[in-house]
């Protein structure tokens, strides 16, 4: 079962509230006003939905229709002519919950003249984790933090998990071909990061996708501890 068989993913619900909810009240009450959205499966509910919660405040909500089966790169050429000239924007996925200091994060983009900046996040392993000391087992766990991954390829290296919130110029979208490149973040990002123009912030705050039932109930269940439900 898909948790997207009935509503389009923004719309589930997180303790009685979208998703789309959380997201849009969270950039509200840092400062955004201006919001694009690329809309695809159930997109009229959602627009629906968003001028339903946008009613009576200043906001300007731009939604455009760019089909169902588009890949991010296709969604992105659809609106990229309702971002400004050398503008810088926040791009996210709508399947997350967050809150943590996105203006620091536009601060330090600004400052270090990057072209994209993405957030890194720890993630709590959904598996048990063996604690490794040499060759010896130390130790054993559920719900651990994890903050590096060891790259295979690149020794030395450690990887940390992209959290999909990113700040960018809309210059850097004209160092890929967004009509043909398969896999935007990866085509977009590496270039940027080859050219030295990309910028690292890690989140220190809230962070939680929502792919799949799993993750609703999880999610679900924590705030009714958070909450003694």
């Known amino acids: 079962m898909s948790i997207t068989d009935t509503v389009p993913k923004p719309l589930v619900e997180v303790h009685g509230k979208p998703v789309l909810w959380y997201t849009f009240w969270t950039l509200y009450n840092h400062g955004f006003r201006n919001f694009i959205l690329p809309l695809g499966y159930k997109g009229e509910v959602i627009e629906s939905y968003m ?35 050398d503008q810088d924007f926040f791009l996210l996925n709508s399947d997350t919950i967050f809150e943590f200091d996105i203006d620091a994060m536009l601060e330090l983009h600004q400052a270090e003249n990057a072209l994209v900046t993405l957030s890194s996040v720890e993630v709590i392993s959904t598996w ?12 054993f766990d559920r719900q651990r933090k994890v903050r590096h991954l060891v790259s295979d390829t690149l020794p030395g290296m450690y990887g940390l998990v992209n959290s999909g919130l990113a700040w960018l110029n809309k ?27 990309a910028a690292h912030f890690p989140i220190k705050g809230e962070w939680f996708p929502i792919d799949t039932p799993k993750d609703l109930r999880t999610i679900n269940l924590a705030e009714e501890d958070r909450h003694g439900t």
């Open 128 to 139: 048990g984790l063996i604690t490794i000391d040499g060759d010896t087992i130390r130790g």
């Open 51 to 85: 001028a339903e919660i946008t009613k009576g405040i200043f906001c300007n909500i731009i939604c455009v229709d760019t089909g169902e089966d588009t890949s991010i790169s296709g969604r992105i050429l659809k609106i990229q002519d309702c971002i400004p000239q």
């Open 171 to 197: 210059r850097a979208l004209g160092y890929v071909d967004l009509e043909a490149c398969g896999d935007f973040e990866s085509a977009l990002y590496t270039r940027i990061i080859d050219m030295g123009r």
